[in-house]
């Protein structure tokens, strides 16, 4: 069974830099893909990156391209989201997900079959 366990989050000013870490625990084989989303209040939950397992590739989301890498550690089953240059607008709750597979598209949350109980990133102007 998967369990996604979040680290990292914090409260930081504009400009900082941050690392968040997800660890993908109680699992004999391995995900297609590993990714984080992001959720302010009263808005949806926002796609921001992903990485595949196999061969490393990865994607982001627009506000975020630029600022954020995101990467992993295959033997620890860990993926990391650097986020740099940080802003107000990037507060939000950030959410570690992992999927068996996509069906329709990378950065819709209904691909994703795992998700982490998330890490609460602010950021003060």
Known sequence: QVQLVESGG?????????????????RTFSLHAMGW????????R????????GNGVTYYGN????????SKD?????VYLQMNSLKPEDTAVYYCTGTDGFRTSITAAADYD????????????
């Open 114 to 125: 795992y998700w982490g109980q998330g890490t609460q990133v602010t950021v003060s102007s």
């Open 46 to 53: 926002e796609f921001v990156a992903v990485i595949t397992r």
């Open 74 to 78: 295959n033997a620890k089953n860990t």
């Open 10 to 26: 914090g409260l930081v000013q504009a400009g900082e830099s941050l690392r968040l870490s997800c660890a993908d625990s109680g």
């Open 63 to 70: 506000s975020v391209k630029g600022r954020f890498t995101i």
């Open 37 to 44: 989303f992001r959720q302010a209040p009263g808005k949806e």
